[in-house]
């Protein structure tokens, strides 16, 4: 059996029997001489393991005095610890292949449901392993990984579980005091792998990218998962793969999106149709010629029930439904803000830090082969609107580089047209914090191209074919983001001189070509242009044959109908954006 201390043996010596105990077991084991040993060991730490684990206890009692009484299970924990030290000291000793079992029950000793000092016995045994032994850094870092996040068993309760939905939804998220320390040991034990071997992380970046919580895991995952990943690209350990692990984040986040029901979230109960077709009563096989109908023209059923009894109870059962996809969506919701809310905050730290052209870049190239191509986000979006808010010039000059790359290139695909002419105008109009030149530059550089393009149609004695988005559709592109961001903005591009100019000549010439956007265009933004443009002053843009009193009678419909950048739908982590102060609103000027 493992030696256990007797009462009249000192503590050291128990330590020194206990230590030689480990090692001989574990040698014996390799030899092939002897097993018993082994199993013993192998026997006593699954035991004391699953003990500790299981009687979480002291988790309430951490913070009470232990007035010099030793609790019940404290004796348990102590010996886990003795036991893992043992081995600790006997890493030399552990091989892989002859000793497979220990690997898996270090593997399953999770941090999260053990006591600190339990933990730090174990993660320091793991990482003893590391420094003796090369090859292990792989397993190694893969139980840190591991223990970024609580268990999935059940074992350990988070503040958000979906039973708790409806109390916990609207709260921030707020890290329990064990879980701080667990991540902040455990951050440690990484920094001293990567100091230990500066190659391990190129193990750890696809480690980090692989145990990413699935999307529809509790809120405690994502964020305890979020914290330590963002905690590690901020330290020195981690900044070699700090970028790409912020583009592993905002793919993670994104995934949390994709999984996020916004019609049920934005919908209430009186708006869900109870008349659906499968609430009906039931026609063809199911329902028998030979069931009676009453005075009242109520057909009963065989089994007695009757045609309204039928009606009412889908109609519950339809709201049940509602109910439960909706309390889905609000926990949904309540993750993607809290996963926000810890992005914005980390990237303010590395605005602060001086990282600007890092974050810029990798955000670049996240909305460039990510975002762009599909127009999947509601919310990740915004982080290029952070970043606006606290460094105007630059972020807008990045961003309006891509986007106008994206929508004048011949080699972009329509749905890449489309979708960056819809960010820039969105962009364009409601960020309050662009500066006036770079917004009547970019308005420019986009009525430039028109004037180009029609001079070019001109010169080829083209008849102008009939009107439709897809003839000329970066010509209609440009169109929409001059408009849109017009009806934003009329009044501040019309006091600045070059802005005045530009909507003078430029502006006035695209409105009154034969390609004529005012009939291509949205509606409500064509509306609303030719309302800013009377109120302002300037209806002497308009065409002659426009008559502003009337509605713009319209014949094709627009395919920029996407306004990315219209209304931020998460409460908590909004305020990271201060949209009062920074988001320009419709019909401002």
């Given amino acids: 059996m493992v030696p256990h201390a007797p009462v009249d043996v000192d503590t050291w010596q128990a330590d020194r029997l206990l230590k030689k105990y480990v090692k001989r077991s574990l040698v014996l084991r390799i030899e092939g001489k002897q097993d018993e040993m082994y199993r013993q060991l192998l026997a006593r730490l699954v035991e004391l393991s699953q003990n500790v684990q299981a009687h979480r206890v002291w988790i309430h009692e951490m913070v009470e005095p232990s007035n010099g009484k030793e609790k019940p299970w404290e004796r348990e924990q102590q010996g886990l610890c003795k036991l893992l030290d043992a081995m600790a000291d006997a890493v030399e000793h552990v091989d892989e292949e002859k000793h497979v079992e220990l690997f898996h029950a270090l593997a399953r000793l999770s ?20 420094a003796c032994q090369a090859q292990q850094v792989p397993f190694v870092l893969q ?43 455990v951050l440690n034990k990484v920094h001293e792998i990567v100091e230990m071997d500066p190659s391990s992380l190129g193990i750890l970046l696809p480690m980090l990218n692989d145990q990413f919580p699935h999307p529809e895991q509790n809120r405690d995952a994502h964020c305890y998962y ?67 109908i009453d005075e009242t023209g109520n057909r009963t059923f065989l089994d007695g029930r009757g045609t309204d009894e039928i009606n009412d109870t889908s109609k519950k059962d339809t709201r049940d439904t509602f109910h439960d996809q909706k309390r889905l969506a609000l926990a949904t919701a309540d993750k993607l803000d809290s996963a926000m809310e810890l992005l914005f905050a980390h990237l303010l730290r590395q605005l602060h830090a001086g990282h600007l052209e890092e974050l810029l870049q990798v955000i670049t190239q996240f909305m460039k082969h990510t975002v762009l191509p599909t127009r999947c986000s509601r919310i990740v979006h915004y982080v290029v609107f952070l970043l606006g808010c606290h460094s105007p010039a630059r972020t807008c000059e990045c961003f309006h580089n891509l986007l106008l790359k994206g929508m004048l290139s011949e080699d972009s695909p329509r749905e890449t047209h489309l979708s960056c002419a819809c960010y820039l105008a969105s962009y364009l109009a409601r960020a309050a914090f662009l500066p006036v030149l770079q917004l009547v530059g970019v308005l420019g550089s986009l009525c430039n191209w028109c004037v180009a393009y029609l001079d070019e149609l001109e010169k080829k004695g083209s ?16 169109c929409h983001c001059i408009l849109y961001s017009l009806c934003f903005k009329m009044k501040d591009v019309l ?41 302002l002053g300037v209806s002497h843009l308009l065409p002659s044959t426009l008559d502003i009193q009337e509605p713009v009678q319209r014949h094709v419909e627009s395919a920029l109908n996407f306004f990315p950048y219209d209304h931020y739908v998460l409460g908590r982590s909004a305020a990271f954006l201060q949209l009062e102060n920074t988001c320009t609103q419709w019909g401002r000027s």
């Avoid at 609580?150 to 998220?173: F, H, I, M, R, Y």
């Avoid at 009186?270 to 069931?291: F, K, L, N, T, Y």
């Fill in 111 to 130: 941090c999260w449901n053990v006591p600190t000092k339990v933990a730090q016995a174990h993660l320091n045994l793991i990482v003893e392993l590391a």
């Fill in 226 to 292: 979020l914290c330590g990943v963002m905690q590690l690209a901020e330290s020195n350990a981690g900044k070699p793969i700090r970028a790409r692990i912020l583009a592993a984040i905002l793919e993670n986040i994104l995934h949390i999106e994709f999984h996020m029901n916004w019609q049920v979230f934005e919908m209430e109960e009186d708006e869900w149709d109870i008349e659906d077709a499968h609430m009906q009563v039931p026609d063809g096989p199911d329902r028998s010629e030979d069931e009676p």
């Fill in 495 to 535: 006091n600045d001189r070059e802005g005045a100019k530009m909507v003078a000549v430029p502006v006035q010439r695209i409105l009154n070509s034969k390609l004529d956007p005012l009939q291509v265009c949205l509606q409500t933004v064509v509306d609303e242009f030719v309302s800013q443009a009377a109120r």
């Fill in 463 to 478: 008849n102008f074919p009939e009107l439709k988005m897809s003839n000329h559709l970066v010509f209609y592109s440009c």
């Fill in 143 to 185: 139980v840190l990984v591991r223990n970024f996040v609580p268990p999935l068993d059940g074992t350990w309760k988070d503040n958000s579980s979906q039973e708790d939905v409806e109390t916990s939804v609207g709260e921030a998220w707020v890290p329990q005091p064990h879980g701080f320390r667990v991540l902040e040991l």
